[in-house]
């Protein structure tokens, strides 16, 4: 028999720490953290499958059936259309997590882009980009939202409809195309200026760092370096942002359809389903109480996940 001896140093040894396993181990003990998680992914799951599972279509009228108050046929009632409240709401998750995820893609690619090339190059680009983010952050996001609508839906509306009359393709009459164009591109445009920022600090910190001088040393390009090594040292913060940018932007959303510039009816929104509510809710509360708590939930939900992403992913935030 052979005898194999064992070190007592490599036995006890721990496996090597990674970042993100110990950051997602700090997360799983924030319980506030898991429990917006879990309502995330609760909310993507009724927003990609939702409208497949609901008992109605979010288009289907009863008119025997108007203002009715919440049952087990109808779990949030119906309108005064006698459409099925809980579907358009499950439809309306749809409609706010597609304009949050494409207006934070859009925003973060502007935002990463700009800032790192402000942090990385210096001036002139710095004094450029920043004064452009200043100018971007300093117009309101309501005005700037309106003016956008105003001068813009038109003149769309009006060649998508001479496209239609020269090629009768009925894509172009499909008017809610035009409603997402406006709201991807106006929201984007006042999204971008705090990625930017938080972007350029990160950088200006990493570029000073002797890894970057390493790299600098072998020749490598500004391009290797800034894909390689700086942005993806920054993304730590940037998650944190992320994660809460994508609830400001539901909440966003949903102001806009609220005040009619942004998705607009029959296409369902949690904005224009609580701007019809609020006109009967003395009579009918539940057409108003419904989109709005489920807003409210969102925007909680991502407000403790992004707490506990910054506490998990912030190494001296830990105790």
Do not use: C
Not at 151 to 163: C, D, Q
């Amino acid at each position: 028999m052979t005898l194999v001896q064992t070190n007592p140093a490599m036995a006890d040894e721990e496996p090597p720490v990674s970042l993100w396993r110990d950051a997602w181990h700090r997360l799983k003990r924030n319980k506030l953290a898991i429990l917006g998680l879990g309502i995330v992914l609760l909310l993507a799951f009724a927003a990609i499958f939702g409208p497949y599972l609901t008992p109605y279509d979010f288009l289907s009228q009863d008119l025997a059936a108007r203002n009715q108050a919440p049952s087990l046929a109808h779990l949030f009632g119906t309108d005064d259309l006698g459409r099925d409240v809980f579907s358009r709401v499950v439809y309306g998750t749809r409609t706010a997590f597609l304009v949050a995820v494409v207006v934070t893609v859009i925003a973060l690619a502007i935002g990463t882009t700009l800032g790192a090339i402000a942090g990385f190059f210096g001036d002139p680009y710095d004094r450029l980009i920043m004064w452009l983010t200043d100018m971007t952050m300093s117009v309101p996001n309501l005005l700037l939202v309106v003016v956008i609508n105003a001068s813009l839906k038109t003149p769309i509306a009006r060649w998508m409809e001479a496209r239609y009359m020269a090629t009768l393709n009925p894509f172009y009459r499909e008017t809610i195309w035009i409603d997402f164009l406006l709201v991807f591109g106006s929201m984007a445009l006042i999204s971008w200026p705090p990625y930017a920022r938080l972007v350029r600090a990160q950088v200006l910190s990493i570029r000073s760092r002797p890894y970057i001088t390493a790299a600098m040393a072998l020749g490598l390009s500004n391009r290797i370096i800034m894909t390689r090594y700086v942005v993806p040292n920054a993304l730590g913060p940037l998650i944190v942002s992320v994660s809460a940018g994508l609830g400001t932007a539901m909440v966003l959303e949903s102001a806009f359809s609220f005040l009619g510039v942004g998705v607009n009816p029959p296409t369902p929104s949690w904005g224009n389903m609580i701007s019809d509510g609020l006109r009967v809710w003395q009579h009918y509360p539940h057409l108003l109480a419904a989109p709005a708590a489920v807003l409210g939930l969102a925007s909680v939900a991502f407000s403790f996940l992004g707490d506990g992403l910054n506490d998990a992913l912030n190494p001296r935030g830990t105790k």
